[in-house]
């Protein structure tokens, strides 16, 4: 019985071993600039921004505060801190669209979506969720901005 329990022992630790390998094209300078974990992630914040409860039909005001929520997404692209946002399809839960946010905590990412003139505004409202993702993904901007031929 105790042979058979250290050659069941063994056994799953042969397989657990295989089942992680390293990767040859590992490069540990570009893992650490990007905050990589050792499985090339690391926490970001989802922001899920959905109609607020301000319903106010003065066009002057909507424009404005949406002029507003435009150029704030810009501002925090350039800074660094927007890394995804689009616009969500028309949905029963009266979702808009995403921000993936390059912040590690709910509080930070808080603060980066209370400077939106349209979320001060309630004409949108935000929940945040912490987001465990690919550390690589603000690279893609780099080849978005190739892409882009009209910019907001």
């Known amino acids: 019985m105790k042979k058979a329990l250290v050659i069941i022992s063994l056994a799953f630790f042969a397989v657990a071993a295989n089942a992680q390998s390293k990767n040859p094209k590992y490069d540990p300078a570009l893992a ?11 926490q970001y914040v989802l922001a899920i921004l959905k109609s607020g409860s301000n319903t106010t039909a003065d066009k002057a ?7 507003g929520h435009m150029a704030n997404m810009k501002r925090l692209v350039t800074e660094g801190h927007l890394i995804v946002a689009g616009p969500l399809k028309k949905n029963d839960k009266q979702y808009r669209g995403i921000f993936i946010l390059n912040v590690p905590t709910v509080e930070e990412a808080a603060k980066l979506v209370d400077s939106d003139p349209a979320v001060k505004a309630k004409l949108l409202d935000v929940e945040l969720y912490g987001w465990y993702g690919s550390a690589a993904l603000p690279e893609h901007q780099k080849i978005h901005d190739r892409i882009e031929k009209m910019s907001f």
Not at 32 to 41: Q, R
Not at 61 to 67: N, P, R, W
């Open 32 to 42: 650490y600039e990007l905050g990589a974990d050792d499985y090339g992630m690391k």
């Open 61 to 67: 005001t909507v424009d404005s505060a949406f002029k």
